[in-house]
Each structure stands twice: as C-alpha cells, then as structure tokens.
C-alpha cells in the first residue's frame, strides 16, 4: 500500500472529450506529484504540489492540462480537448523523506 | 533536471546468475538515485536508492553503487528468481527539486 489511491483506473475516451483524474492520498502528504507514462518509457515529470500550492509545472504540460489540489488533500489532474498522443498512464504519487516518491497504481487513458 | 541514461534496455540472464543495470547522469548536483521495479500494467515500485554520501547500499539480493567521480549508479541483483522478471527504472534528482529524471528502462528475464 502507497497510500495513494487513484481513480478511475482506465479511461476510454473519443478524441476531442476533455477526462478528469483524482489522487487522493490516504493520509496527509504535504508532498503530491503528477506524472505521466508512455509505453516503453520511464515516468515524466507533469507537476507538483507542496499543499495547495502547486510550485513546480514540467515544460510538458500543455494548456490543456490544468491540475489542482484544493485545501492540501486530494488532487484533479485535467486534460481538454484529449488527442490520440495524450494516451498514456497517469501516475500520482506521494512524498516521503527527502525526495522519496511513491506512486499510486496509476490512471490508464485510452483515447480513440 | 538532467536527464539520466540507461543501459542495457533488455537482459536476459538464466535463474541464480546475477543482472546488472548501470545508469550515467550528467547533472554533478544529483544527490538522490532511486530504482523502480514495473511489472505489466502495474504501478514503479520503489525498491531501493541511494543518496550521494554513500557508495553503496545492500538489501538482500540487491545492491546499488554510485560512483560520483564518474556520475554512474548500477543496481545489481544476485540469486535471480523469475519473480525478478520486470522492467526496473532509475531515477535521479537533486536535493529540493522536484522534477525527478527517470531512464527509459530495462526489461530483465530471468529463465527457470
């Protein structure tokens, strides 16, 4: 157990439909992260949040990504206007000691 | 952050030899070197790191090694079992940043 839970686990979605991802760490993490996974690739930095502040946002992050973490707890990760190369996994994962992160079992976008 | 390489992509190694995996770094500020182990469709699971004040640290069957100087960090696993089979990820980052590198994996089988 991570203690990041993740939902949904897989995601179908038409081109052009815009998709909504939480993490909601079971426990209090000041520390939450967003990255995303390719097949055949190493996770990739999305974005970060130290609370409710969200301090650090990967070149990667286009306009049609938007994440929050409203009052520190749980997080939304959303994509608009969704295109084929957006299918990936999408990884929550939490902070522990120095830079420790654990990932959550990840939300599986497929878009057709 | 830099990125980090890594070598091999595939190993395959008959069961009770040892494997393996070396990653090279050019940021000379990483101090924080994690592995992850990925099997199919599942979420990196954190298996052991290393932080730059030591060079080397061993659980078990596994072991890493950093070599500063050269700006290299290897995972070597001995006695591998089939349950060893998975894509196995490195990761380096620096202290207070949070945009943790990964390589691109290794994929490890290990024959019965």
């Known amino acids: 157990d991570t203690g990041v839970s993740q939902n949904p686990r897989h995601k179908i979605t038409k081109r052009g439909q815009n998709v909504t991802f939480r993490c909601d760490p079971i426990?209090?993490?000041?520390?939450l992260y967003w990255y995303r996974q390719t097949l055949g690739q190493g996770p990739e930095f999305l974005t970060y949040?130290?609370?409710?502040?969200?301090?650090?946002k990967s070149r990667l992050l286009s306009d049609r990504f938007s994440a929050e973490r409203p009052k520190g707890s749980f997080s939304t990760l959303e994509i608009q206007r969704t295109e084929q190369g957006d299918s990936a996994m999408y990884l929550c994962?939490?902070?522990?000691?120095?830079?420790?992160?654990?990932f959550g079992e990840g939300s599986w976008l497929t878009v057709v | 952050g830099e990125n980090v390489e890594q070598h091999p992509s595939t190993l395959s190694v008959q069961e009770g030899d040892s494997a393996v995996i070396k990653c090279t770094y050019s940021?000379?500020?990483?101090?924080?070197f994690p592995w992850y182990k990925q099997e199919l469709g599942k979420r990196p699971q954190l298996i052991i790191d290393?932080?730059?004040?030591?060079g080397e640290k061993k659980d078990q069957r596994i072991a890493v090694t950093l070599n500063k100087t050269a700006k290299h960090f290897s995972l070597h696993i001995t006695e591998t079992q089939p349950e060893d089979s998975a894509v196995y990820f490195c990761?380096?980052?620096?202290?207070?940043?949070?945009?943790?590198?990964f390589g691109a994996g290794t994929r490890l089988t290990v024959k019965p």
């Open positions: 990761a380096q980052t620096r202290y207070n940043n949070n945009d943790m590198r």
């Open positions: 940021d000379s500020a990483s101090n924080y």
């Open positions: 949040f130290q609370n409710e502040a969200q301090l650090e």
């Open positions: 426990s209090e993490h000041n520390r």
């Open positions: 994962a939490r902070g522990a000691d120095g830079n420790t992160i654990y």
């Open positions: 290393i932080r730059s004040n030591v």
